[in-house]
């Protein structure tokens, strides 16, 4: 099995109190932020009844209690604060690929790992699903200390045979089945495929849902170096790119302009919340800006 996140050991243990300090950063940002599966509304313990007070909801009046103690009480609940938070992973051949140095697999994969991390210091229920070609594995929600080190431990490694394409809408529709309660859903993908639309949406109408979009420089500009053959990391197709073309050139960045344009369309007609990753960029630093950002919203 190849490592992902720790190809460097020594470079890992010193990075290890640096990764649960911003966990934790991420974690209190994660609290504030304005998700509707955040500490929604009234929760489902009955926690027992007090006297009615002016300016109370008369629905909540306990009639049994109020017609027993012969003046008003109302019904009172505690509510259910724990979230609950799910990872989507795409780790299909195109997710490998990555022009300086760092693949997206690499970028989602300690973006995620830092998001575990924040969720067990919150005392989340977490749970996962990783695909390529093929559902790989499946992990229903659950809280402990053993749930969080296996997901962290399929983080890290990934099979050295990876299944030829994706199967996002099938990730995205397992997910729905899985979750019984409304959960924080970060799906990792460079949406490289088709057909995850619908499968979004209808994910995003119970759930809050971070589409995060793993890109890398090569997406808009690649190196002028002549015709050199590329091949399709999901399809094997081979093709001759005429890089030092200006005309190929506009025609790949402009390519990229509508794809990253018509996903941040879908994503936000259907509901879910694009948040956009570089290779080169600090996964630490997006996610601190955009819990921040929703945190103000």
């Avoid at 109020?66 to 990872?87: N, S």
């Avoid at 979004?200 to 809050?208: E, V």
């Avoid at 197709?237 to 005309?247: A, E, G, K």
Wanted: proline residues 3%; glycine residues 6%; hydrophobic residues 40%.
């Amino acid at each position: 099995m190849a490592k992902i996140l720790d190809e460097d050991r020594n470079r890992l243990v010193r990075r290890a109190m640096l990764l649960r300090l911003a966990a934790s950063a991420i974690a209190d940002n994660m609290r504030n932020g304005s998700f509707k599966s955040l500490y929604r509304g009234q929760g489902i313990e009955f926690s027992g009844v007090r006297e009615y007070l002016p300016d109370d909801n008369v629905r909540s009046i306990d009639w049994n209690v109020t017609a027993r103690m012969g003046k008003a009480f109302i019904k009172q609940y505690e509510e259910d604060r724990e979230l609950q938070v799910f990872f989507v992973l795409d780790r299909s051949a195109s997710m490998f690929a990555g022009s300086h140095g760092k693949s997206r697999i690499e970028t989602a994969s300690e973006a995620a790992a830092l998001l575990l991390l924040a969720a067990e210091q919150n005392a989340s229920a977490v749970g996962a699903v990783f695909f390529d070609g093929k559902i790989r594995y499946s992990y229903a929600p659950k809280t402990g200390r053993n749930q969080v080190m296996t997901i962290f431990s399929q983080l890290d490694s990934v099979s050295d045979k990876i299944i030829p394409g994706s199967v996002l809408a099938n990730a995205l529709n397992g997910a729905g089945k899985i979750l019984k309660k409304q959960s924080l859903i970060f799906v990792f993908s460079d949406f490289r495929t088709s057909e995850w639309i619908q499968p979004m949406a209808r994910l995003s109408h119970k759930h809050d849902v971070v589409a995060v979009r793993v890109t890398d420089p090569s997406d808009t500009e690649l190196p002028a170096i002549g015709t050199i053959p590329f091949k399709d990391s999901e399809t094997g197709d081979l093709r001759l790119l005429p890089t030092s073309s200006s005309h190929f050139a506009r025609v790949w960045f402009d390519d990229n302009r509508q794809r990253s344009e018509f996903w941040q369309t879908e994503c936000m007609r259907h509901g879910s919340y694009p948040l956009t990753l570089s290779t080169t960029e600090d996964p630490l630093m997006v996610l601190s800006r955009f819990f921040s950002q929703r945190g103000r919203t």
